[in-house]
């Protein structure tokens, strides 16, 4: 079985033989690790231009960001069968599973720091991609990865934008996750740091309702009027007024007043070390709830590669 299949690509289980191109290019002392390791092999599912053109264009985005502890490795590359495959360092589990796992336990056993610096280390991974004039557009629970150790790896850039700070279409790509868009990606086609933010947003609730869709009980085709309303989706389950209220700075219309990934990174970093700890969390929780019960009383398939090529990454 694949480690995962999408819309245009499949993921399998490989083996690199050797020390991977990444670590042969690269300086950093932490890619020297990628070598005779298990790895993620990346492939489309049809000789499709458009499905062709996303490997193409993640394999340029993955040159472009080489190694970053947040962002998933791109160890190497090679053609197969007349299509690109995307070696990738193994990273099994996937945020969104995680947390939907998350609901077979009770309230108090489920680890808020751990939420607070997953959702920290993946700023962290943005604040790293934004300068690099790299736009991911799909930045959703499903595409951030956790190793055993629950170190965040950001991935999925078949979508990312490269080389725009500030990039408008003419036509949306028919695989963009309108859920996860902002306002101006909808009706502009408009995309920048910014309408990441916005998706990050979406990701945090995503995060803090253990795995629910975004707005739920919408039809997508009536989005964008519930948006240009002023609604936005109500505070799940798990966010305290404080996250709740950083969600909704991020879902502002106005593309200037919401923040940049760095004050992202400095908000949920004084979020994790501050006071606003397990005891608080989930004593402002309670509270919450009791309001609300107030208000409402009336390893299979696997390909092996041998060393790659230095030149192909």
């Not at 005779?36 to 499905?51: F, P, S």
């Not at 408008?168 to 009706?187: F, G, H, Q, Y």
């Amino acid at each position: 079985m694949p480690l995962g299949t999408g819309s245009c690509s499949a993921v399998h289980r490989g083996f690199l033989s050797g020390l991977a191109p990444l670590a042969k290019l690269s300086s950093l002392v932490e890619t020297q690790k990628f070598r005779d390791c298990k790895v993620a092999v990346k492939h489309a599912l049809n000789l499709g231009d458009h499905e062709v053109e996303q490997l193409f264009r993640e394999i340029e985005a993955m040159k472009i960001l080489e190694y970053n502890r947040n962002v998933i490795s791109m160890l190497g590359w090679q053609m197969l069968d007349d299509k690109p495959a995307i070696v990738f360092e193994l990273a099994e589990e996937d945020l969104l599973r995680y947390v939907k796992l998350q609901k077979l336990k009770e309230r108090k056993e489920i680890p808020f720091k751990i939420l607070i610096s997953i959702l920290w280390q993946i700023a962290k991974g943005i604040e790293f991609i934004a300068p690099k004039d790299i736009v991911h557009r799909d930045l959703a629970a499903r595409n951030v990865l956790l190793t055993n150790g629950l170190q965040v790896k950001i991935s999925d850039f078949g979508l990312a934008v490269i080389n725009n700070s500030c990039m408008k279409e003419s036509s949306l790509p028919k695989r963009l996750p309108v859920r996860w868009l902002s306002i101006e990606a909808i009706v502009e086609k408009l995309f920048s740091e910014k309408s990441d933010v916005w998706a990050f947003g979406v990701l945090m609730y995503e995060v803090f309702s253990l795995g629910k869709d975004p707005y739920e009980g919408i039809e997508t085709r009536k989005m964008l009027q519930f948006l240009r309303s002023g609604e936005r989706m109500s505070r799940p389950e798990l966010a305290t007024n404080e996250m709740y209220e950083i969600m909704c700075h991020y879902w502002e219309e106005n593309v200037e007043t919401r923040p940049m990934f760095t004050e992202l990174v400095a908000k949920l970093h004084d979020v994790l070390e501050g006071e606003s700890g397990y005891s608080k969390y989930y004593g402002e929780l309670e509270q919450l709830e009791e309001q609300e019960v107030s208000g409402s009383s009336n390893e299979n398939n696997s390909i092996t590669f041998e060393e790659l090529d230095d030149d192909i990454l």
